[in-house]
T-cell receptor, first 113, second 116 residues
Framework: DSGVTQTPKHLITATGQRVTLRCSPRSGDLSVYWYQQSLDQGLQFLIQYYNGEERAKGNILERFSAQQFPDLHSELNLSSLELGDSALYFC????????????FGQGTRLTVV | AQTVTQSQPEMSVQEAETVTLSCTYDTSESDYYLFWYKQPPSRQMILVIRQEAYKQQNATENRFSVNFQKAAKSFSLKISDSQLGDAAMYFCAYRSAQGGSEKLVFGKGTKLTVNP
């Protein structure tokens, strides 16, 4: 158990809908990362938050947004969903320092039908 | 931008034998970290081993060791005495040591099959 909790584990929704994925980082970790894993794109970095502030942004679509709350949990919001958004979405956390290792949650499997 | 390449989409090994997974990367930075992550069928991403670029000594974790060749930008993973539980996808990853972000850049992965 990595200590990173993601909910839900599975999500099936229709095109055009909006969903929210939730992540609770390991105790004490200030950084939260979101990654998308798909068959064609592999593991892609989406966005990082550090202590409530956006720290880095990767290949995140404008239809997607995220935030980190004062209690350090994070949510990834996906809207106007398309079939191509079907993927495994991982949250990871680290202490946020340069030498901190990233620990991953079990992921949320999103299926858009 | 940094890139990570894993040239072996699939590998197989006999139980108790040794296998080496290849990884090359491209970066203009001098200080960085390299990782190998394992993803079994359970989907969980598990850190296997890490290497700091400033360290010349290759990292070792039990049956797992790396061959880090900084000049060649190569970072291979050797699994000794392979076990059935080693069967998984293995991802090589790069992280900059410079400030600003601790994001990981992943390779496409190598699927390892362990034959009994």
């Amino acid at each position: 158990d990595s200590g990173v909790t993601q909910t839900p584990k599975h999500l099936i929704t229709a095109t055009g809908q909006r969903v929210t994925l939730r992540c609770s980082p390991r105790s004490g970790d200030l950084s939260v990362y979101w990654y998308q894993q798909s068959l064609d794109q592999g593991l892609q970095f989406l966005i990082q938050y550090y202590n409530g502030e956006e720290r880095a942004k990767g290949n995140i679509l404008e239809r997607f947004s995220a935030q980190q709350f004062p209690d350090l949990h994070s949510e990834l919001n996906l809207s106007s969903l398309e079939l191509g958004d079907s993927a495994l979405y991982f949250c990871a956390s680290s202490a946020g320092q340069a030498v901190g290792e990233a620990f991953f949650g079990q992921g949320t499997r999103l299926t858009v039908v | 931008a940094q890139t990570v390449t894993q040239s072996q989409p699939e590998m197989s090994v006999q139980e108790a034998e040794t296998v080496t997974l290849s990884c090359t990367y491209d970066t203009s930075e001098s200080d960085y970290y390299l990782f190998w992550y394992k993803q079994p069928p359970s989907r969980q991403m598990i850190l296997v081993i890490r290497q700091e670029a400033y360290k010349q000594q290759n990292a070792t974790e039990n049956r797992f060791s790396v061959n880090f060749q900084k000049a060649a930008k190569s970072f291979s993973l050797k699994i000794s005495d392979s076990q059935l539980g080693d069967a998984a996808m293995y991802f090589c990853a790069y992280r900059s040591a410079q400030g600003g972000s601790e994001k990981l850049v992943f390779g496409k992965g190598t699927k390892l099959t362990v034959n009994p």
